[in-house]
């Protein structure tokens, strides 16, 4: 297959590298000139278990790229999507599939704005991976994926896309509501990389807090009247055991949030499509959402200190 991964950050470039590795033609398209410019001169470097391995790849800019594909893979983080998107019309012209992993509520909502419906794959995942610098990547352990098209009856061949992801070892698998997928994750993501990221700490110290789990339910209870008013399927007690369960040091306990990461590295966070998200609808929906809204005024409060545009 013919693939474009738009936005080769962390996780893109793990993508990428899995599924050219398995033979698929792959493109790597990122904004960040001198990224693209020493993956085109060195390749990527892949660190793994502290060995690395420099793999030769296409990368570009995205006004660089004149080719078509048939599936794009997007990547960027929330905010960015809009932007790849509009760089990206001369490729979309061709109605290639676009898939999006990304964390966060409302990136189809971007999409559909330059994509039909119909050709559009959303998903989650729980590989993971960290740019080290500009054409290096870090990765460990392994992950899976969970997608389903938006209009699944209408789209073309889900098969083909779950074949190759898995042809790649990307373990996909069709989720019966990937709607629910996105708001659990993005649940999880709201309660641990927010507080982690305010607290500055690792997600084993935000567990052992006496009072985690008010903080918790201060977020997902309204998660939960949110959705029920916008009719998505959300349980706030399964995603407080999902957040539960990563407080080990043996699953995600040593973990610093991406968010905190990003706060860490003077980038801009994704909160706007995580409690952000949440706080907005409910105001459109009228069902009150003031602890989310505060949470996302504290980050961007944070994101202000440090100088973050
Ligand atoms: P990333 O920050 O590594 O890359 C995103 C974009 O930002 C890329 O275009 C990258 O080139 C650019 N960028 C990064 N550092 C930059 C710098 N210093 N200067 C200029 N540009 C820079 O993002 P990611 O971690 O790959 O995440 C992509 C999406 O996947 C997000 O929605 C994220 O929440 C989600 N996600 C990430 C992980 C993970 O482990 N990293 C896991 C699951 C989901």
């Known amino acids: ?3 474009a991964i738009a936005g080769a950050g962390a996780m893109g470039s793990r993508f990428g590298v899995k599924l ?8 790597l398209i990122d904004n960040w000139a001198d990224h693209v410019r020493a993956i085109q001169t060195n390749g990527l470097v892949v660190t793994k278990d502290g060995h690395d391995t420099v793999i030769p790849m296409t990368a570009a800019l995205p006004q660089d790229v004149h080719d078509t594909f048939d599936l ?3 990547f ?8 790849m998107l509009q ?13 999006v992993l990304a964390n966060g509520i409302g990136n189809v909502e971007t999409i559909e704005r330059y994509v039909p419906k119909q050709n559009i794959v959303a998903g989650t995942t729980v590989w993971s991976s960290s740019l080290t610098g500009p054409g290096h990547i870090t990765v460990t352990g392994s992950g899976s994926i969970s997608l389903q098209a938006i209009v699944p009856d209408q789209f073309g061949d889900l098969d083909h896309i779950v074949e190759t992801l898995n042809g790649a070892g990307l373990k996909a698998s069709p989720a019966p509501d990937v709607l629910a997928a996105i708001w659990k ?4 993501n709201s309660v641990l990389n927010t507080y982690c990221t305010l ?5 084993a110290e935000f567990g052992a807090l006496p009072n985690w789990r008010e903080l918790t339910a201060g977020v997902l209870d309204e998660f939960q009247a949110v959705a029920t008013a916008a009719n998505v399927a959300f349980d706030a007690q399964a995603d407080t055991d999902l957040i539960a369960a990563q407080f080990a040091p043996d699953k995600n306990g040593e973990h610093y949030p991406s968010m905190h990461q990003d706060m860490a590295n003077r980038r801009p966070t994704e909160i706007d499509f995580l409690n952000g998200y949440v706080a907005q609808l409910g105001q459109k929906l009228a069902v009150p959402a003031p602890n989310n809204a505060l949470l996302t005024q504290l980050i961007h409060s944070q994101e202000a200190l440090h100088g973050i545009a």
């Open 72 to 74: 794009i893979i997007l």
């Open 199 to 203: 607290f500055d700490c690792n997600i």
């Open 20 to 27: 050219q590795q398995a033979g698929n033609a792959v493109t």
């Open 87 to 99: 760089e990206l019309k001369a490729q979309l012209g061709n109605q290639p599939a676009v898939l």
């Open 1 to 3: 297959m013919k693939i």
């Open 76 to 83: 960027t983080k929330a905010m960015q999507m809009d932007h």
């Open 185 to 188: 994750k993005a649940g999880l």
